[in-house]
């Protein structure tokens, strides 16, 4: 049986997961509000972003009460203090989610982008909802090998929106600027949610080896 | 005289101090760059941006530290978790100054925006400036009133972003879709540093009475 401090830890590792799968779903609803014009998907994803910075607020807090009643030290020390930074990295991640939906919901009823370039937004969406959900599960089982997986799918996010950027500058983009600052930021925020991902797989392998691979290079 | 414990704590914020006054030292020399195509000043930010990357990993190692041995409570364990929240952000503004700068070197001799739209990054950089320049200050000497003015400079910052985001949409706007999507970033960029520099305000009176105000809305 677990005593009631690793209980509490435990409890600190499900409330990360539970963090993970919050943004996870506000990503796919921020998506299909993208992709689909649904504007009640685009609402749902704005107002809960709350509830994710609420999340993160009684995370912190947990890690304080934690570090101050029990003084963790090595490894269980690392799991807090990483808790406070991954915690931080979702709650940014769901604003990346409620910026997505947002530009849905301001271009609403149209689409916000030319369908020329929509097949780049379906792949994005799918690989960075792909790298949510399994950091969920890298979180909840310390599955280290799926954290490295984790960064073979960055790195298509990173081309996608690379090759995104190329298309609104070939002459035959016959988008409007309007629809070129929408298609950049919208890749952009893909693009960021998809390093906040990759940056929760280092930090977990930090937490659970000690050991530091490179830091974040790509955002 | 101080104990050691005490001189522990005050050379955390000394680095964080420190932190922060490198990071605006970035800001500057990429708005140098961007603003004068300076491509010297524009190799220095990106060349710099990898020692704020280690400071952030030693604040980390010395918060850890610091709670492992010492185990502080109340404002002294505010002040540590606060502090490596602190540290990933300001690491987070150097990745920005660093963006910034790469569009200035990428642009390289050419400017990255159309002459029009120049008083509105000269403008940005201005304010972005005295923001990271208080922060500074801030966090040295725990001066509240300072951390409620970053707010107002913060309002002015988007005022501009918005403004120039307008720009783009003008019928007299006359800019290729590439500086389109250039400006769109760099505004976006000076933006995203503005609301860093506020959340650590924030945290900055949170870490100082324990009250948070409303999380950062505007990012």
Same mark, same amino acid.
């Given at each position: ?16 997961? =539970?963090?993970?799968?919050? *943004? /996870? ?21 704005? $107002?809960?972003?709350?509830?994710? @910075?609420?999340? &993160? ?6 890690? &304080?009460?934690?570090?101050?009643? +029990?003084?963790? *030290? ?7 203090? %990483?808790?406070?930074?991954? #915690? #931080?990295?979702?709650?940014?991640? %769901? @604003?990346? !989610? ?13 689409? !916000? ?11 994005? $969406?799918?690989?960075? =909802? !792909?790298? *949510? +959900?399994?950091?969920?599960? *890298?979180? /909840? ?16 996010? @990173? ?10 500058? !070939?002459?035959?983009?016959? %988008? ?10 919208? =890749? ?10 990759? #940056? ?9 080896? /000690? ?9």
């Amino acid at each position: 049986m677990r005593d009631s401090y690793h209980e509490t830890l435990d409890e600190l590792t499900d409330q990360l997961v =539970s963090m993970a799968r919050s *943004v /996870g779903s506000m990503l796919d609803r921020a998506s299909t509000a993208l992709l689909e014009q649904d504007l009640t998907r685009a609402e749902s994803v704005i $107002a809960q972003d709350e509830d994710v @910075d609420d999340l &993160n607020l009684r995370v912190e807090e947990q890690c &304080n009460e934690l570090l101050a009643l +029990q003084q963790p *030290v090595a490894t269980d020390l690392r799991l807090v203090t %990483g808790a406070l930074r991954m #915690s #931080s990295t979702l709650e940014r991640m %769901g @604003d990346l !989610a409620r910026h997505i939906a947002k530009v849905a919901r301001m271009r609403y009823p149209d689409p !916000a982008f030319p369908p020329s370039v929509r097949p780049y937004f379906v792949e994005m $969406a799918a690989q960075a =909802s !792909a790298m *949510v +959900q399994r950091i969920g599960d *890298v979180i /909840g089982n310390q599955d280290l090998s799926l954290a490295l997986e984790v960064e073979k799918l960055d790195d298509r996010v @990173d081309q996608l929106h690379r090759e995104l950027l190329q298309t609104l500058l !070939a002459d035959d983009w016959n %988008g409007t600027v309007e629809e070129a600052i929408d298609v950049t930021l919208l =890749s952009r925020y893909y693009e960021r949610f998809a390093d906040h991902v990759v #940056s929760l797989a280092r930090r977990i392998v930090y937490t659970a080896t /000690g050991t530091r691979y490179d830091e974040l290079e790509k955002h």
